[in-house]
């Protein structure tokens, strides 16, 4: 059983047709609401996908949403996959400015997060840290292709043609030939031990999982 949670129509319509498509036998329940105000479902998940998340919840509502994630939506042993693009708006990265120079949707609200932010976000939460990577990519942008470019144009949700995204990256460039880039993912445990302790508890939530 899957339940995703999105609280963007557009977005929640692309993701029943991506699990439709991707995962035909999975049983699915999809919540249009924001992570902090999803009630949960019947019973504990044993893996929690927040993908691209953090970055949109401020910052004094995260220790809040992640106490909920520990005490009432993973299971004993459960795992929570966390994957997200470090982000510090005073310090933009050369794609963050071009997102933003393209004014895409759903881009306008960023909020600082990065590796060592979440880890000390889920360890408080009682979480146990079981594995980080960051991920180093760039974009060439030498002789950037349509299929490329056209990943801008799905975001804009077809307001951007590809000619406009070409002049935006160009602005943005400055001469440089590529767009450096990175992400960071981590892997937490929902530590049994550290959940024996905890008087009425009752897990009847399941998990968010935003794609």
């Known amino acids: 059983m899957l339940t995703a949670v999105e609280p963007d129509a557009d977005q929640m319509a692309t993701l029943k047709t991506r699990i439709a498509q991707l995962l035909p036998n999975v049983s699915a329940e999809f919540c249009q609401e924001t992570a902090q105000s999803w009630k949960g479902s019947d019973g ?10 953090l970055c949109y919840i401020p910052e004094l509502e995260r220790p809040a949403l992640l106490k909920k ?13 966390i994957l ?3 982000c510090n708006m005073k310090s933009p990265t050369m794609l963050i400015r071009l997102i933003d120079l393209l004014s895409l949707p759903s ?33 060439d942008m030498q002789e950037p292709n349509d299929d490329m470019l056209s990943v801008f144009t799905f975001l804009s949700q077809g307001k951007l043609s590809l000619e406009q995204v070409r002049e935006a990256a160009e602005k943005v460039l400055g001469g440089e030939k590529a767009i450096q880039h990175e992400m960071w993912l981590g892997v937490f445990e929902q530590a049994a031990q550290l959940k024996q302790g905890l008087a009425d508890r009752t897990a009847k939530t399941a998990v968010s999982a935003g794609i």
């Not at 005490?71 to 996959?81: K, Y």
Request: glycine share 6%; proline share 3%.
């Open 44 to 53: 504990p998940f044993d893996a929690v996908l927040m993908f691209h998340i």
């Open 69 to 81: 994630l520990f005490d009432n939506v993973t299971t004993n042993g459960g795992l929570v996959f």
């Open 84 to 86: 997200t693009s470090p």
């Open 107 to 139: 881009y306008d609200v960023y909020y600082f997060v990065d590796g060592v932010h979440v880890c000390d976000l889920m360890t408080s939460a009682g979480f146990h840290a079981c594995y980080q990577q960051r991920i180093e990519y760039q974009f």
